[in-house]
């Protein structure tokens, strides 16, 4: 089983910045993907932004250039630098990982959410 924790959400004004991160744990022996979701009231879960192990990163239109992912794969971890936060970017954040828990079984995790608020 592989456990993802968030953390770093909160609520903060338009322009404002918020650091997310997500904290992979279990039985973990590499992680190749790892990403962040959002989910906003009455919408359906989309992505963010993903960095692969390699290094490579792809982000939403809608993020590009405000929000930026990077990841220390020593500490199993993901992090997103959200800047220039505007109202339509309140959502649940969520993480996402793809993990190898041995060489030949793979496990897609998820963790539970934090809330980022941005007011006007």
């Known amino acids: 089983q592989v456990q993802l924790v968030e953390s770093g959400g909160g609520l903060v004004q338009a322009g404002g910045s918020l650091r997310l991160s997500c904290a992979a744990s279990g039985r973990i022996f590499r992680i190749k993907t790892m990403g962040w979701y959002r989910q906003a009231p009455g919408k359906q879960r989309e992505l963010v932004a993903t960095?692969?192990?390699?290094?490579?990163?792809n982000y939403a239109d809608s993020v590009k250039g405000r929000f930026t992912i990077s990841r220390d794969n020593a500490k199993n971890t993901v992090y997103l630098l959200t800047n220039s936060l505007r109202p339509e970017d309140t959502a649940v954040y969520y993480c996402?990982?793809?993990?190898?828990?041995?060489?030949?079984?793979?496990?897609?995790?998820w963790g539970p959410g934090t809330q980022v608020t941005v007011s006007s």
């Open positions: 996402n990982a793809d993990v190898l828990v041995t060489p030949f079984t793979r496990q897609t995790s």
């Open positions: 960095i692969v192990s390699g290094g490579s990163i």
